[in-house]
């Protein structure tokens, strides 16, 4: 049974840092594009960032490139969010999601973590 299971998230002040960790298992990621998504409640799941479990392409969110890191460790088969210079929209529940497809449409993603909740104060 695939399992995405998210941690970290908290309640941090604006100009603070985080690190989201996303812990997979039940399979083999190697061929998959991991991604981080975050929600708002009565808003559209947003794109963050998506990295490849082995190569380093990555992709990135215009909001969020230069403040957030994605990467991975295949021996510990956990996906990271390094989060800095957090603002306060980006208070959201951040997911992990596995997609065998490079893309940015959550649609198109197979797995899903069940997330984990970010909220960054003024």
């Known amino acids: 049974q695939v399992q995405l299971v998210e941690s970290g998230g908290g309640l941090v002040q604006a100009g603070g840092s985080l690190r989201l960790s996303c812990a997979a298992s039940?399979?083999?990621?190697?061929?998959?594009?991991m991604g981080w998504f975050r929600q708002v409640p009565g808003k559209e799941r947003e794109f963050v960032s998506a990295?490849?479990?082995?190569?380093?392409?990555?992709l990135y969110a215009d909001s969020v490139k230069g403040r957030f890191t994605i990467s991975r460790d295949n021996a510990k088969n956990t996906l990271y969010l390094q989060m800095n210079s957090l603002k306060p929209e980006d208070t959201a529940v951040y997911f992990c999601?596995?997609?065998?497809?490079?893309?940015?449409?959550?649609?198109?993603?197979?797995?899903w973590g069940q997330g984990t909740q970010v909220t960054v104060s003024s």
């Open positions: 999601a596995a997609s065998k497809v490079v893309t940015l449409k959550d649609s198109e993603y197979d797995y």
């Open positions: 039940g399979r083999s990621f190697g061929s998959y594009f």
């Open positions: 990295i490849r479990w082995i190569g380093s392409r990555t």
